[in-house]
Structure formats: structure tokens, C-alpha cells
């Protein structure tokens, strides 16, 4: 590792040696670093491109090779159809007409007949109670 990636990685080291400099070399030091930092972004950036071209080149070689065009390639994707999903949606149920009336203490309770039983009535079928006997008389 050489003295300055030591520096980079440690800031306490950094300062340590800036502060054994004097104002005017330590500026020095600054400016030839950002020319280093600057042809080292220009060789990055030209790295870049020459790559991107590479990948055009090949591109083009693959579609000419091919016989496709970059017309063939602009075609919508066919649409994926959505899978349905198993889960039922908690809550968003309508309301069902009650199918069952039963008066204790001079209370009424309705129950629709899904689900568990309201306590009322399942006591009342534990007690020997039928469900006809609770069922509400269809009027049509």
C-alpha cells in the first residue's frame, strides 16, 4: 500500500502529516492531486466509452448476423397476465340477511349462520337447542 492510499484511509494519519507541512508545500501537495484526480477522471470517463463503443460493435454484429433490426427489437413485450392470487380478502365481505333469531332476557340476536357461533348461540345448542328451532320462517 503506498504512503498516500494509507493517508486516504485514515484521516487522523492525514492530518497528522498535513500538519507537519508548512501552508504554502501543503497547498502545493493539493494542487497536484487534483490534477492527478483529474487525468485520472478523464482516463476513467474514455475507458468508459471506449467500452460502451465495444458494446455497440458487438450489438451491431449480433443484429446484423441475426438479420434483425432495431425496429424488430422496439416491439412491445407481450403482456404478462397477472396470476390470481388464493388469499381471500378479510373485511370485505357484504352483508348477508340474518338466517337465525334467538330472544334471551328480552334481547334479540341475529346470526347470518357463517361462521362461529355467537356465544348466545352456541350455548343454546349446547343446551339442547336446534337450529330449526331458531331458524327465521322465509316469507317468500
Not at 12 to 23: C, F, G, H, R, T
Not at 56 to 72: C, F, M, V
Not at 113 to 135: C, H, I, K, N, Q
Request: aromatic share 4%; proline share 3%.
Amino acid at each position: 500500500m503506498s504512503v498516500l492510499e494509507e493517508l486516504a484511509r485514515s484521516r487522523v494519519k492525514a492530518k497528522a502529516a498535513a500538519n507537519k507541512l508548512e501552508v504554502s508545500v501543503l497547498k502545493k501537495l493539493i494542487e497536484s492531486l487534483n490534477i492527478a484526480l483529474a487525468a485520472q477522471e478523464k482516463r476513467a470517463k474514455e475507458k468508459a466509452e471506449r467500452e460502451k463503443q465495444n458494446k455497440i460493435r458487438k450489438i451491431n454484429q449480433l443484429l446484423a448476423e441475426s438479420g434483425l433490426s432495431l425496429d424488430d427489437l422496439r416491439q412491445p413485450a407481450p403482456k404478462r397476465r397477472r396470476r390470481r392470487t388464493t388469499k381471500r380478502r378479510v373485511g370485505k365481505r357484504r352483508k348477508v340477511a340474518p338466517k337465525y333469531r334467538l330472544e334471551v332476557d328480552g334481547v334479540e340476536h341475529l346470526w347470518s349462520g357463517r361462521g362461529r357461533a355467537p356465544l348466545v348461540f352456541a350455548d343454546y345448542f349446547a343446551g339442547g337447542g336446534t337450529r330449526e328451532s331458531v331458524e327465521i320462517a322465509k316469507d317468500s
